[in-house]
């Protein structure tokens, strides 16, 4: 019999939730934020399902405000893939011109994020969204099922999850409720390296370091990205060699000084890491248990 590797049966696990939850819901979408763990869960999705077209759209909950490299990532990706994307802005965010400046890190995602979520899954009726996290990102993600069920308006019980024995997945919903499934949740951010170099997955370039304008800004290496951008007194962009672990809206994003060029680069850089990949990321920095409160209110 033969043995699989580490990687090799994460990719099984995860494809077999994949596969799980097309054939258990009614209409399942595949959230797709762009960064490298999208990159995986789509990678992983057209496996399963090739030589056929994925069976269900992604949706992207776009905020106006990622890198402008993301965005040219995701038509291309469109495009070589001919993926059914489903792009969503929360009309109500747009009105009262809700920016990472002016509202500040909390309110944006609330309303761009979190709420656009909900409107985008509301309107399409979706019963379960796969989404890109991972246990080891941040410890309320540590404590989530790979099935996390919702009530109708979104929120999440940590208290009340159902149990998964066996890797056996109970995918019965009650009236009202949907599913967020998390297919990578076992995988790590060395795992995700390592299967991006092992399978030549695309990414977008901002993993990769090269000299960009950055400033500092309350500890943070924050890329000035486009003219929108509002510098504060004394702040005069200079660059660096930066590159991203973890990639959101620009404003609220912070790089890393790296010389890392390559996918070996960036692994070597994994292995001697002892910071949360996450730690550049503002909107975990809102609050204690921020990102628990956030799911609770319905947060992807």
Same mark, same amino acid.
């Given at each position: 019999?033969?043995?699989?590797?580490?990687?090799?049966?994460?990719?099984?696990?995860?494809?077999?939730?994949?596969?799980?939850?097309?054939?258990?819901?009614?209409?399942?979408?595949?959230?797709?934020?762009?960064?490298?763990?999208?990159?995986?869960?789509?990678?992983?999705?057209?496996?399963?399902?090739?030589?056929?077209?994925?069976?269900?759209?992604?949706?992207?909950?776009?905020?106006?405000?990622?890198?402008?490299?993301?965005?040219?990532?995701?038509?291309?990706?469109?495009?070589?893939?001919?993926?059914?994307?489903?792009?969503?802005?929360?009309?109500?965010?747009?009105?009262?011109?809700?920016?990472?400046?002016?509202?500040?890190?909390?309110?944006?995602?609330?309303?761009?994020?979190?709420? #656009?979520?909900?409107?985008?899954?509301?309107?399409?009726?979706?019963?379960?969204?796969?989404?890109?996290?991972?246990?080891?990102?941040?410890?309320?993600?540590?404590?989530?099922?790979?099935?996390?069920?919702?009530?109708?308006?979104?929120?999440?019980?940590?208290?009340?999850?159902?149990?998964?024995?066996?890797?056996?997945?109970?995918?019965?919903?009650?009236?009202?409720?949907?599913?967020?499934?998390?297919?990578?949740?076992?995988?790590?951010?060395?795992?995700?390296?390592?299967?991006?170099?092992?399978?030549?997955?695309?990414?977008?370039?901002?993993?990769?370091?090269?000299?960009?304008?950055?400033?500092?800004?309350?500890?943070?290496?924050?890329?000035?990205?486009?003219?929108?951008?509002?510098?504060?007194?004394?702040?005069?962009?200079?660059?660096?060699?930066?590159?991203?672990?973890?990639?959101?809206?620009?404003?609220?994003?912070?790089?890393?000084? =790296?010389?890392?060029?390559?996918?070996?680069?960036?692994?070597?850089?994994?292995?001697?890491?002892?910071?949360?990949?996450?730690?550049?990321?503002?909107?975990?920095?809102?609050? =204690?248990?921020?990102?628990?409160?956030?799911?609770?209110? #319905?947060?992807?």
């Amino acid at each position: 019999m033969m043995s699989l590797s580490h990687i090799r049966r994460l990719e099984a696990e995860s494809i077999h939730i994949i596969r799980e939850v097309v054939a258990e819901t009614r209409h399942p979408v595949m959230l797709y934020s762009i960064g490298k763990d999208s990159a995986v869960m789509l990678h992983l999705a057209l496996k399963a399902f090739y030589p056929a077209r994925l069976p269900f759209p992604l949706l992207h909950v776009d905020t106006r405000w990622k890198f402008r490299e993301m965005y040219a990532f995701r038509e291309e990706m469109v495009k070589r893939h001919d993926l059914d994307l489903r792009v969503h802005i929360n009309p109500e965010g747009v009105a009262q011109n809700i920016n990472p400046f002016t509202h500040g890190s909390s309110v944006h995602t609330d309303v761009m994020k979190t709420q #656009g979520l909900k409107q985008a899954l509301n309107h399409y009726g979706f019963d379960a969204a796969f989404g890109g996290a991972r246990r080891d990102e941040e410890k309320s993600r540590a404590k989530e099922r790979v099935f996390s069920f919702r009530n109708g308006q979104h929120r999440w019980d940590p208290k009340n999850q159902r149990p998964e024995l066996w890797r056996l997945y109970n995918a019965r919903l009650n009236p009202g409720e949907s599913i967020r499934v998390f297919p990578l949740s076992n995988w790590t951010e060395l795992d995700i390296w390592q299967y991006i170099a092992l399978e030549n997955i695309p990414i977008v370039p901002l993993y990769f370091a090269k000299p960009r304008p950055v400033v500092k800004r309350h500890g943070s290496l924050i890329m000035v990205d486009d003219d929108r951008m509002p510098l504060e007194p004394g702040e005069k962009p200079e660059l660096k060699s930066v590159r991203f672990r973890t990639l959101g809206c620009y404003p609220l994003t912070g790089a890393v000084e =790296s010389n890392a060029t390559t996918l070996n680069d960036i692994i070597q850089e994994m292995l001697l890491a002892r910071t949360s990949e996450r730690q550049g990321r503002v909107i975990d920095h809102d609050a =204690s248990a921020s990102m628990e409160k956030k799911k609770q209110e #319905g947060y992807f």
